[in-house]
């Protein structure tokens, strides 16, 4: 006769399952990121419809397009874009120092992106004569977020460190962690919003009841999530659009990523993106906390 299984014995090994799936989520949220990033950056910032429409006729499935089309700079497919590099060097410094440190992460992007490196380019001359865009409220800071609310999902000083590590390049989310704590949600956005009008809520924000006041590229972002059926298409989908596709495919990579974790992510993607195994020998390393 068999004996019964301690209860003890079953809820251990439910909590072990469910931490499992949880740490999953966040490395699927910060490589759907890093291989959605990839993917568009041939097809960044090209506002110029016509000619879009005239490489989609050609390409309808345009990711990791062999000829970038970026009329502002040019890099090799599969390497990520700008927004791409932020949230690297995001990770990069989560890994290595085991947290968000401030001081460490802004050395990081001062050598990646300061001067002497490729970024040092005389179209960016005139940002830093000014001295960068200390007000800018722009999606990026959004796009390089998915490490740091991977690494702090479910703790309450989450909120906090998602504002350190956006005022280390920007001084001006809670929808990502949403989905890497709970996986799939068809109600994600009514659950979010319901935390943006608690009064209690942790860092209120002057844009916590203005919706409308979103930039632009986030508002459609929100709408890739939120209509989403696949990774691929939705990717797919947000490149056809043109504009800043590599921040709202960022963000779309890293909702879908977090809610079907790495193995959705197709291996075909994940192959051309050149820093693929770096990406998730770092997103490995942040998450083993949540096992």
Known sequence: ??????????????RQEMAAALADRAIGAIVGSAVADAAAQPLHWVYDLQKLQAILAQEPNPEFRSESANPFYRRLTGQQSCYGDQAYILLESLSECGGLYVDDLKQRTLKFFGPGSEYDT?????????GGCENDCQIDGIAKLAPVVAFYAGK?????????????????????EHFILNGPDPKALD????????????????????VIGLP?????????????????????????????TCSRGSFIG??????????????????????????????????????
């Open 1 to 14: 006769m068999l004996e019964m299984i301690p209860c003890d014995i079953i809820l251990q090994f439910e």
């Open 122 to 130: 005389p179209i960016n001359d005139p940002y830093r004569d000014r």
């Open 156 to 176: 309450p000083d989450m909120l906090e460190k998602v504002d350190k590590a956006v005022r280390v390049t920007q001084n001006n989310d809670a929808f990502l």
């Open 191 to 210: 659950a979010v919003l319901d935390q943006l009008s608690d009064k209690n809520r942790r860092l209120p924000q002057d844009m916590d009841n203005s």
């Open 216 to 244: 632009g590229a986030f508002q459609a972002a929100l709408h890739g999530v939120l209509t989403a059926r696949q990774y691929e298409q939705a990717i797919r989908d947000t490149m056809s659009c043109g504009g800043c």
């Open 254 to 291: 890293a909702c879908l990523g977090a809610q079907i974790g790495l193995e959705g992510i197709p291996s075909t993607w994940k192959s051309k993106t050149l820093r693929y195994n770096s990406v998730l020998e770092h997103a490995k390393n942040i998450t083993r906390h949540l096992k």
